[in-house]
């Protein structure tokens, strides 16, 4: 009896501590997730604030969308950044939208994201994956087109965050290289 009950008492504990050495690397992804943030830096890899407020306008009814999608989140971005002319157009000009929120599988997340993006008219489908840098989880960079105006877009997904970056005028491969920097700035984890 002595032995069944060591046996059964071994199954059990041995069975907790393999489920337990199993699952405390996503326990803890998922505890980061909670502690992640993002926030409006000042400037942009060099670039300040765009103050153009239609501009604004237009981002800030983009974000409602996402925040509708995302009900979870708990901080957001819609900002623009951007060196204004003397014409008063903007040169370098980027946009940032990104939120925080635990999701589980960033993987099913990112393309559930892509499959909503083409839904609003952005060709999501020639979004390659990319390095996503120190942060981990998944990103994807390619070239768009909306009417004439060409553009380079980059999105991320991982357990505490999503975003998409525009960058116009530009190659997916301008993108590319400022990417990290750019996640890093809008990205943080407590």
């Not at 400037?43 to 300040?48: A, D, F, Q």
């Not at 960079?141 to 060409?150: F, Y």
């Not at 553009?151 to 301008?174: E, N, P």
């Amino acid at each position: 009896m002595a032995i069944v009950l060591g046996v059964v008492l071994l199954l059990c504990v041995g069975g907790s501590l393999s489920a337990y050495l199993l699952l405390k690397d996503d326990v803890g992804e998922v505890v980061e997730a909670t502690q992640t943030r993002v926030v409006v830096p000042e400037t942009l890899n060099g670039r300040p604030k765009a103050t153009d407020a239609d501009l604004q306008g237009k981002l800030d009814a983009s974000m409602a969308g996402m925040r509708k999608a995302l009900p979870r989140a708990t901080s957001s971005v819609g900002q623009a950044y951007g060196k204004k002319r003397a014409d008063g157009q903007y040169e370098e000009l980027i946009l940032v939208q990104a939120v925080s929120n635990v999701t589980l599988d960033p993987q099913k997340a990112l393309d559930e994201a892509l499959r909503g993006l083409q839904g609003a008219g952005i060709q999501a489908d020639g979004l390659t994956p990319v390095d996503p840098g120190p942060l981990g989880g998944h990103a994807r960079c390619g070239d768009n087109k909306v009417g004439q105006v060409e553009m380079a877009i980059c999105v991320w997904m991982d357990r505490g965050s999503f975003g998409l970056i525009t960058y116009y005028f530009h190659s997916a491969a301008d993108l590319q290289r400022e990417l990290v920097a750019i996640r890093g700035a809008v990205q943080q984890r407590a």
